[in-house]
């Protein structure tokens, strides 16, 4: 099961000790997300060949749909030691590889559907990585994400746009991301936001367009 780290992207994206801290940290975020969200990301794919970016430690893989054909990566070689794990114990066919989201390692046009939740916060250029998941998707494939981003209430962004430095440096993560925009600059076609938490959370249904 797995792909070999020697022949993955993500060399330059190695967790240093004061990283391991922070996906530490949200890890246990993470596991606050509720069971409905990743319930709800999970039904938008349908089957077919499917791609995981940021499984970390295998936290959705409950929710993957029984006919699909997932391949599963992360940049944290530790991280995907305990999603081999979860996938042995639950039972679930999944390929895993240490790779990096602006880098993949994969041939255009490879999936149909991709997916990934609360990791764009975290990618240092979301754009790069955002562009490499519609490179590897086949025209009309879909890609949908679950991701807090920076609220739209003036004082509320402007405050977001205050502290994320500092909990940038805490967590690793990004608070004052605008995805939906981002997703559309890598050139997706945005079908569907749904918003949770007041906004602060979306579930974004993008698609591929023939070029």
Request: glycine fraction near 10%; proline fraction near 6%; include cysteine.
């Amino acid at each position: 099961m797995g792909m070999s780290p020697e022949t993955s992207q993500g060399q330059d994206w190695k967790p240093t000790r004061a990283a391991r801290h922070r996906y530490d940290l949200q890890d246990v975020i993470l596991e606050l997300v509720p069971e409905s969200w990743r319930r709800l990301l999970w039904s938008k794919v349908e089957g077919g060949r499917v791609l995981e970016v940021g499984v970390g430690t295998g936290m959705n893989m409950a929710y993957y749909p029984p006919e699909a054909a997932v391949v599963a990566v992360d940049p944290s070689p530790s991280f995907l030691t305990w999603a081999a794990n979860r996938a042995r114990k639950n039972g679930k066919p999944v390929e895993l590889g240490v790779m990096d989201v602006r880098r993949l390692a994969f041939a255009d046009d490879s999936f149909d559907y991709a997916a990934t939740s609360f990791v764009f916060c975290s990618v240092p250029d979301p754009i790069a990585g955002l562009t490499e998941v519609w490179r590897v998707l086949k025209p009309g494939g879909r890609f949908i994400l679950l991701e807090h981003v920076r609220l739209g209430n003036r004082l509320l962004g402007r405050l977001m746009d205050f502290l994320n430095p500092p909990w940038l440096r805490l967590s690793g993560d990004n608070i004052n991301r605008d995805t939906v925009a981002n997703v559309q600059r890598a050139g997706f076609q945005v079908v569907a936001v749904d918003g949770f938490l007041a906004g602060l959370v979306k579930l974004i249904e993008a698609r591929k367009g023939s070029q």
